[in-house]
C-alpha cells in the first residue's frame, strides 16, 4: 500500500496512481457492501479543488436526509479532492437526498454526481464468451485497439 509520506505534496505521481487503483479496486471488485434489498442505495461522486471540510460538509448532507454512508473512498490528487461514497437511504427518502445534495450551494464546487443503484439480476445476463485484461506502460498517446491486433501481438484469448 502506498500512503502518507508518499502522497504528500503537489506532486501526481506514480505514487498516487497506485492509491487511485487501489481505491476503484475496493470500492468496485471486493466492496464489502451488500445491496439491502429494503433499501435504495445511491453512489456519490465528487471532484473539486482541495478544501478542508469537505468530506464532513457531504457527510452532514447525507446525514439530515436520512442517508446512511456505507463505504467511501477520498483522494487529494495534486490541487484537487476526489469523493466516492455508497450511500443507502429508505426509498422514501431518496429522491429527497438526490435533489438535496445536487441543489446544495456548498457542494456547488465539488462538481457533485450522484448515481441511483439497481440490484443486478444475478443469472439474467449472457455469460461472457472470452475476457481480456490489458495493462500498457509508456508514453500518452491515442491508440485503437482491434482483435487484428491482439492477434498480431501474439496475445492469446
Known amino acids: 500500500m502506498v500512503h502518507g509520506n508518499d502522497m504528500v505534496g503537489g506532486a501526481v505521481t506514480g505514487a498516487t496512481l497506485h492509491l487511485v487503483e487501489e481505491g ?19 453512489v456519490v461522486s465528487a471532484s473539486g479543488p482541495d ?8 457527510a452532514r448532507a447525507v446525514a439530515d436526509h436520512g442517508g446512511n454512508v456505507t463505504h467511501s473512498k477520498m483522494v487529494r490528487l495534486g490541487k484537487d479532492f476526489i469523493i466516492m461514497m455508497h450511500i443507502s437511504i429508505a426509498p ?8 438535496g445534495l445536487n441543489n446544495n450551494k ?15 439480476g444475478t443469472g439474467k445476463f449472457e455469460q461472457a464468451a ?6 500498457c506502460v509508456g508514453e500518452d498517446r491515442y491508440v485503437d485497439l482491434y482483435l487484428d491486433d491482439l492477434n498480431a501481438l501474439n496475445i492469446t484469448y
Open 92 to 99: 422514501e427518502h431518496q429522491k429527497n437526498l438526490v435533489h
Open 130 to 135: 472470452m475476457g481480456l485484461r490489458i495493462h
Open 24 to 42: 476503484f479496486e475496493e470500492l468496485f471488485y471486493s466492496c464489502p457492501v451488500d445491496l439491502d434489498k429494503a433499501m435504495s442505495h445511491v
Open 51 to 58: 478544501k478542508v471540510g469537505w468530506v464532513s460538509m457531504l
Open 106 to 120: 456548498e457542494l456547488k464546487p465539488l462538481n457533485l454526481r450522484t448515481t441511483c443503484l439497481q440490484r443486478r
